[in-house]
Structures are given as C-alpha cells and as structure tokens.
C-alpha cells in the first residue's frame, strides 16, 4: 500500500511540477508579449512624431504662400528618425517569425508589420534617392517628393499613410492586445 502511495504522490507532485512549469511559462509569454507592445506603440508614435515635425519644421512657404517647399537639412535631419523606426519595424518582423513560442498563431500582426514597415521603407527610398542630388542649405518643392508628400500631407488626403502604416498598425495593435488578453496560450 505504501508503495502505491507514494507513486501516487510522485505523480500529483510531477503533474503540480508541470502545471507550475505551464503557468511560469505562460507568464513569461505574457510579459514578452506586453514588452512587445509598448515598443511597437512607441514606434507607431515616433513615426507619427516625425510626420508632425518633419510638417512643422522642414516646410517653409516663404516663396509662395500655397506652395510648400521642404527644406532640406531639416528633412534630412528628420528623417534619421524615420530611418531609426523603419529599421525597428524591420527587426520586429523577424522576431515575429523566429519567437513562436510568443507569436504562433499571429500571421495577422506579421503581415500588418510587414505593411508598416514597407511604407516606412518607400519614404526612405525617395529620401534616399532624392539626398544626394541636393546641398543641405537649399529648398525644394515638396511637390518633387510624392511620397514624402503624402507622408505628411494632411490626414484625410495622405492615402497611402493611412492604407499602407495608420490602418495596418491599428490593426497589429488590436491583435496584440487580443494575444495578451486571450486565455489561449500559443
């Protein structure tokens, strides 16, 4: 009878063992996932910030009152900040496919991230290709930078900012925050 018992308990305490494996796991998932989240609202929120400074402070509309022209050095300026959020996006989109114990089921946020981070990659394309053809100190239609302009045109007319970065990086947020309230472990 003894015998019996204590397989008994070797087995309740292997099964409590694994029960508090489970739950420590879970938490650390969880907190990954939390972890996860600020970063990516902080970076949505860094592009928005340089959307509005780049508006405030790289256009000028001293040579003609209904026309903007950007001004090159702040634009160059600005848009390391830009550069610095496209490759957190970036990097982002490879621990969304590499951490599978935190994102196994999240092909929803892969591919929201994936169209965030491909704007974000077009504004730097022009940027990138545009750069070396001006001096710092001078002062360009803003009509010549098509993305850039509806990058930071305004939000009702900026097509392509909110189809291809607002509206795919609302949409990873929801799942996100649905992945960290869900009961459902990966």
Do not use: C
Not at 120 to 138: C, G, H, K, M, N
């Amino acid at each position: 009878m003894s015998l019996i018992y204590q397989a008994f308990n070797r087995d309740a305490e292997q099964r409590a063992q694994r029960a508090r494996r489970a739950e420590d796991r879970a938490i650390l998932v969880r907190e990954s996932r939390q972890r996860y989240l600020r970063e990516l609202v902080e970076q949505y929120n860094t592009v928005k910030r340089a959307r509005r400074l780049l508006r405030a402070h790289a256009l000028t509309y001293a040579r003609d009152v209904d026309t903007p022209w950007v001004k090159v050095d702040r634009y160059d300026e600005l848009m390391q900040t830009v550069l610095d959020a496209q490759l957190w996006f970036e990097t982002f989109s490879h621990v969304l496919r590499a951490d599978t114990e935190s994102f196994a089921t999240s092909a929803r946020i892969r591919t929201s991230i994936s169209s965030a981070e491909d704007f974000l990659r077009s504004i730097l394309s022009e940027f990138e290709t545009f750069r070396p053809t001006v001096q710092a100190d001078q002062e360009v239609p803003l009509a010549t930078l098509p993305v850039l302009t509806d990058y930071i045109g305004p939000y009702q007319d900026s097509e392509g900012f909110r189809r291809r970065f607002v509206h795919p990086m609302q949409e990873a947020l929801t799942a996100m925050q649905a992945l960290i309230l869900s009961s459902d472990q990966p």
